[in-house]
């Protein structure tokens, strides 16, 4: 402590501090370059998952093919009685020919939609997918049904071509050469449904998978279907 004249000075040490100036530029151009960088992520993204859909949707197309192919060959091939009244029902019920169609159409609207992104196309392909999903759901529980019941199918054939009871039945009597067409009636019959039954639970997922992205494209790209999504723009105050 100091007294000069009628004035008391103090000195009081100083923290040592270190300041960093950075260039103006510098900041503007770290803000403006990752806008950039994010913008360019997001268009590599859609990019890729424009392509991921456009496979889903031809293998929804292929699938689709399939199923309605199998089902014209179980509708013209002819079976004993026994493996006819199986297929009957899946058969009666139109899956191998109605379900195809909407295969085909929902894989269709996926590829349009990607080619032109309206609203109008998302949402058909949001419908198309869910039905395609439903009626794939019904046609695994006719599938798994009609595999499960080709053994009795098949036990019963052999009784038929022999009419003796089931409790005569000996393990040897199954290597006779009568019971050879109840055996290829089977494998044919069980080989076919189990690729149809593939083939719907393939196209189960896709359309579940295509159902759930065109849900979300409709309330990032077309927020207005969704009042949680709109955003607020605040309005300046005019301080005049």
Request: charged share 15%; aromatic share 6%; proline share 5%.
């Amino acid at each position: 402590m100091a007294t000069v004249g009628n004035t008391i000075m103090t000195s009081q040490p100083v923290p040592n501090e270190t300041v960093i100036v950075l260039p103006s530029n510098v900041i503007n151009f770290s803000q403006a370059e990752k806008p950039e960088l994010t913008n360019q992520g997001q268009d590599s993204l859609k990019t890729r998952l424009q392509a991921e859909v456009k496979v889903i949707g031809t293998i929804q197309i292929l699938c689709g093919v399939k199923v309605l192919s199998l089902g014209i060959i179980l509708a013209s091939a002819s079976f004993s009685p026994n493996f006819t009244q199986v297929i009957s029902m899946l058969l009666k019920s139109a899956y191998p020919f109605i379900a195809p169609l909407l295969f085909v159409i929902s894989g269709s609207l996926s590829i349009i939609t990607e080619k032109r992104l309206t609203k109008l196309l998302v949402h058909s392909s949001l419908a198309g997918s869910i039905l395609s999903a439903l009626s794939a759901l019904v046609g695994f529980i006719l599938l798994s049904v009609n595999l499960a019941a080709l053994n009795p199918a098949s036990l019963q054939c052999e009784l038929d071509k022999r009419n003796i009871p089931t409790r005569l039945l000996s393990y040897d009597d199954y290597n006779l050469p009568y019971t050879t067409d109840c055996y290829k009636a089977k494998a044919s019959l069980a080989g076919t449904l189990s690729l149809m039954l593939i083939c719907t639970l393939l196209e189960f997922c896709l359309a579940v998978l295509t159902a759930v992205l065109r849900w979300k494209q409709t309330l990032s790209d077309f927020p207005g279907v969704c009042f949680s999504c709109l955003t607020v723009t605040p309005v300046p105050k005019d301080d005049s």
